[in-house]
């Protein structure tokens, strides 16, 4: 990596929040407790966390339920509503069911977001979705399963769970006021290989924590591996995200694609 690089890199580390050292117990421990805290502090009784059968929703969804265990054995009062939120019938749903069997959730709810989504896509369509209508349906998807979880949390005096970390941070690998919308993100700092670390540790099964990641948001195109729209490895960003040398065609993308997203990691601009 040559000088510039190299100093993107600590301030793109920096800003994210990536730590130079990593252990799963200590990691595991810091993050319940962050959770359980934030209970008490804001009062409220429940989280909720739609959970889709990656690794990423399972090792949050299991850190929530630790954590309003850990609430409960104080004498509060605390729930972990897990939510399952297909397109009509989810192709990996056996994947889901497999992390819901590890979570453990409390509740688990079920909404299926496919008419609403149909039926906004069918409102809009006279805006001209053009060729690209599959991609922005995608995103309509996403942004559904946020009001399901929304509306849901706000019945139930509840915040809403994120799962975004590290890598798809820095790669603005989410939609914005979609999966990105969300009360507290228990997973931030942290790279991918280190969430599969922490999901393992809770007990995860290597079906989980192994899964190949997906959005599995377009319908003509359902399936498609993460690295393959992202341009680049998942060990690539995390070699980067945690101070290793990547060579200068990764590191040209990840800075790139770091600064083309930005807006989806800042606050909406005001006036003044």
Do not use: W
């Not at 850190?63 to 509060?76: D, I, K, M, N, Y």
Request: glycine content about 10%; aromatic content about 6%; charged content about 25%.
């Amino acid at each position: 990596m040559n000088p510039e690089s190299r100093y993107l890199q600590e301030l793109i580390i920096a800003e994210l929040g990536v730590p130079a050292s990593f252990d799963p117990d200590t990691e595991i421990e810091r993050r319940v407790d962050f959770l359980a805290d934030q209970l008490r502090r804001t009062r409220a009784t429940s989280y909720v966390l739609g959970i889709s059968g990656g690794v990423d929703s399972a090792t949050a969804g299991r850190l929530c339920q630790l954590a309003v265990e850990r609430v409960r054995s104080e004498g509060g009062q605390a729930t972990f509503i897990a939510m399952r939120l297909p397109y009509g019938v989810q192709a990996d749903e056996a994947d889901a069911q497999r992390s819901l069997e590890f979570i453990k959730p409390d509740e688990t709810l079920v909404v299926d977001i496919k008419p609403a989504t149909d039926a906004l896509v069918e409102s809009v369509r006279h805006a001209g979705l053009g060729d690209r209508e599959d991609f922005h349906t995608g995103n309509i998807k996403a942004r559904q399963r946020m009001i399901a979880q929304y509306a849901v949390a706000g019945a139930r005096g509840g915040l809403v769970v994120g799962t975004d970390h590290a890598a798809e941070a820095v790669m603005g690998f989410y939609t914005k006021y979609g999966d990105g919308a969300c009360d507290l993100t228990p997973l931030s700092g942290l790279t991918k290989r280190r969430v599969r670390e922490v999901g393992a540790r809770l007990g995860a099964a290597p079906e989980i924590t192994g899964k190949v990641p997906t959005a599995d948001l377009e319908s003509n195109n359902p399936g498609v591996p993460d690295e393959a729209v992202l341009g680049v490895t998942y060990d690539q960003i995390d070699d980067f995200l945690e101070g290793h040398d990547v060579d200068e065609k990764a590191a040209s993308t990840i800075i790139a694609t770091h600064r083309r997203t930005a807006h989806k990691r800042a606050v909406p601009l005001a006036f003044s």
